[in-house]
């Protein structure tokens, strides 16, 4: 079997990144609005950012769910007095909607009780994941928040805005896509994915791309996030969605963990290396 450890040093355990996020984030938007929250039962003080243990059980409790949605790799809670809960899954972070009285996870690190018996529970292996109760009209305690890149499946993320973002790095491709300040959401998985359907290598200067290059990588990146997203994301090993269940695009991964096999598009075998200290794929025939 192998250990976490082990899968992280090759890349493995990267996830969520924004299609497993926003797979959690709509289900729990199908499920929580109009919910009642009774309180709060923290099992690992770590897991809470911000405020203090404190004050997020006291200030949590009697709120009502109005909204779930997502900001780059953030579930976000609207609440009843526009207050707000973020939460970062991090690795191995996980939630579920469960029976108060149903068995619990040896890992369980927060339960937050809801009306009608229910509870929403936070697993957490390797305790990484975050939660922050931000009262209304408070910012994120976070800088890195600030300064988050636009959305790739929202409006705002055009070739032109892409365009420009690129104009301005240094280094090389991969490590800009990974900045959450260039575009959020994008991890290793699919940047590697989006690069192959773009036929950019990953060691690119950024400002070496042509028009026709950055209008490439914008419509791959759209185009692999929207088919991640539809397949409930990719699961290797802790992923599950709120249902318990695997995401499905692992079967449809093209470069991705998948060194010595060949290329779906011409048979070269697929190259691995590290870029931008991760463990990077690609075709060393179509990402010349």
Known sequence: MRTLRSCAKQGWCELPELPEVETVASELNERLPGRAILGAEILWPGTIAHPSQERFASQIGGERIEQVG??????????????????????????????????????????????????????????????????????????????????????????????????????????????????????????????????????RAPQSLRPEEIAALHGAIIIVLRRAVGAKGTTFSDYRTTWGRTGAYQEELSVFRKQGVPCPRCGTPIDRGVVAGRGTHWCPACQR
Request: proline share 7%; net charge positive; aromatic share 8%.
């Open 70 to 203: 997502r900001r780059a790799k953030y579930i976000v809670v609207w609440l009843g007095s526009g207050a707000r809960l973020l939460i970062h899954l991090r690795m191995t972070g996980g939630l579920t909607l469960e029976p108060a009285t149903a068995p619990r996870s040896a890992h369980l690190r927060l339960a937050i009780p809801l009306d009608c018996h229910e509870e929403l529970r936070f697993t957490d292996m390797r305790k990484f994941g975050r939660f922050y109760l931000l009262a209304p009209g408070e910012e994120m305690p976070l800088p890195s928040f600030a300064t988050l890149g636009p959305e790739p499946l929202e409006d705002g993320f055009t070739v032109t805005v892409l365009a420009e973002r690129l104009a301005a790095r240094r280094g090389t491709l991969k490590a800009a896509l990974l900045d959450q300040r260039l575009v959020a959401g994008l991890g290793n998985i699919y940047v590697d994915e989006a690069l192959f359907h773009a036929g950019l290598h990953p060691c």
